[in-house]
Nanobody, 122 residues
Framework: QVQLVESGGGLVQAGGSLRLSCAAS????????MGWFRQAPGKEREFVAA????????YYADSVKGRFTISRDNAKKTVSLQMNSLKPEDTAVYYC???????????????WGQGTQVTVSS
């Protein structure tokens, strides 16, 4: 198993930036592809970004492409989400998740963090 803890959320004005981090513990971090998901009030949890085991491949939701960047440091067992040009519609609880496969599908991620709140004011 792997345990995940997110940090870095907060309140930011529209157009601003935030960097989320997710620290992993447990089994070999590099065995897992990692993803970021988000859930806004009253909405279903949705995919944001994913990164492959070694970091060589990434995938983004259309809504964040060009604004968000996912990265990982396997030596430090961390995955990050750099969020630029934030919009009020980016407001949500952001979750990092781990999976053995490189996928955008929420149901294929068995391991989840507790989430961190991101609020973007207009």
């Amino acid at each position: 198993q792997v345990q995940l803890v997110e940090s870095g959320g907060g309140l930011v004005q529209a157009g601003g930036s935030l960097r989320l981090s997710c620290a992993a513990s447990g089994r070999t971090f590099s065995d897992y592809a990692m993803g970021w998901f988000r859930q806004a009030p009253g909405k279903e949890r949705e995919f944001v970004a994913a990164i492959s085991w070694g970091g060589g491949s990434t995938y983004y939701a259309d809504s964040v492409k060009g604004r968000f960047t996912i990265s990982r440091d396997n030596a430090k067992k961390t995955v990050s989400l750099q969020m630029n040009s934030l919009k009020p519609e980016d407001t949500a609880v952001y979750y990092c998740a781990a999976t053995r496969v490189f996928t955008i599908h929420l149901r294929e991620y068995p391991y989840w963090g507790q989430g961190t709140q991101v609020t973007v004011s207009s």
